[in-house]
């Protein structure tokens, strides 16, 4: 049996992104995701080999340019802030993530269309419960990834 690759999230992390989404509320909340993965693939992407573990080091909040309770776009400006102090960490952004403020942590039909990168992690919040899960794109729409929320580093 093949090991489903998974995603670790420390605690404080998950918290800073809950309470973004709960300010941000009823708006979606969004940001991008920083981190790294067990091992890079050939393009040097954290996120290039399918059987590799992603830790996620850190979150930076962004403006959501569609200032809407169903929908999110990241502030370009914000996406490339975030590469720039992702270098500085020696880090890479590996993903983005955002708030659903009404409903469960499931992809949306939306998310579905929208997330295209398959070299990106795309983790939604529910602001009600603080629950989270994540998603990378793959051929048959997003796929659901083993999520594990650790301790702090």
């Given at each position: 049996m093949t090991r489903q690759p998974g995603v670790r999230l420390p605690a404080s992390v998950l918290r800073d992104i809950v309470a973004h989404a709960r300010?941000?509320?009823?708006?979606?909340c969004c940001g991008l995701l920083l981190g790294s993965a067990g091992n890079t693939g050939s393009t040097g992407s954290p996120l290039d080999v399918e059987d590799a573990d992603v830790?996620?080091?850190g979150s930076v909040p962004a403006r959501n340019l569609r200032r809407s309770p169903t929908r999110y776009l990241v502030d370009p400006a914000d996406h490339f802030a975030a590469?720039?102090?992702a270098r500085q960490q020696g880090r890479a952004v590996i993903g983005a993530y955002h708030s659903h403020p009404a409903g469960p942590p499931d992809a949306s039909a939306t998310d579905e269309r929208e997330a295209s990168d398959t070299d990106f992690l795309y983790v939604i919040v529910s602001v009600a419960t603080g629950a989270a899960k994540v998603?990378?794109?793959?051929a048959g729409g997003l796929r659901e990834m083993l999520l594990t929320i650790g301790p702090d580093a």
């Open positions: 300010r941000t509320a009823p708006e979606e830790q996620v080091e590469i720039r102090t998603f990378r794109p793959s």
